[in-house]
């Protein structure tokens, strides 16, 4: 856990090649975090995603999600730009908009 948080935060990846030797490596990772709760992992902004009902099945939606290539391609680039996207703004302002993008 302390590993991934590092390599979120500080885009470092530690390894140790024993006899007391670490090393760390800057990588560019992408990370996406996607739970059901509060994240133990550091992350710049939180978009909590409201059920559409009590009965919802999640599993199903998850599914067809994944067997959909042009569902996939979308989040994709979705992703994609907004990782791109320069912003000066306090991280409530945007996650107020990405959430707004997002569920539109």
């Known amino acids: 856990l302390k590993c991934l948080g590092n390599l979120i ?9 024993g006899f ?23 992350s710049d902004i939180v978009v909590p995603l409201k059920p559409m009902g009590d009965n919802t099945d999640y599993q199903q939606i998850i599914s067809e999600i994944h067997s959909n ?26 996650q107020k908009k990405i959430e707004k993008d997002f569920f539109a």
């Open 9 to 17: 935060s500080w885009q470092k990846l530690a390894y140790d090649f």
């Open 20 to 42: 007391s030797y670490n090393i760390e490596f800057e990588c560019d990772a992408k990370v996406l975090i996607l739970g059901e709760g509060k994240s133990l992992l550091p």
């Open 69 to 94: 290539e042009d569902m996939l391609n979308r989040f994709r680039k979705y992703l994609t730009v907004l990782r791109h996207i320069q912003y000066d703004e306090e991280r409530d302002e945007l």
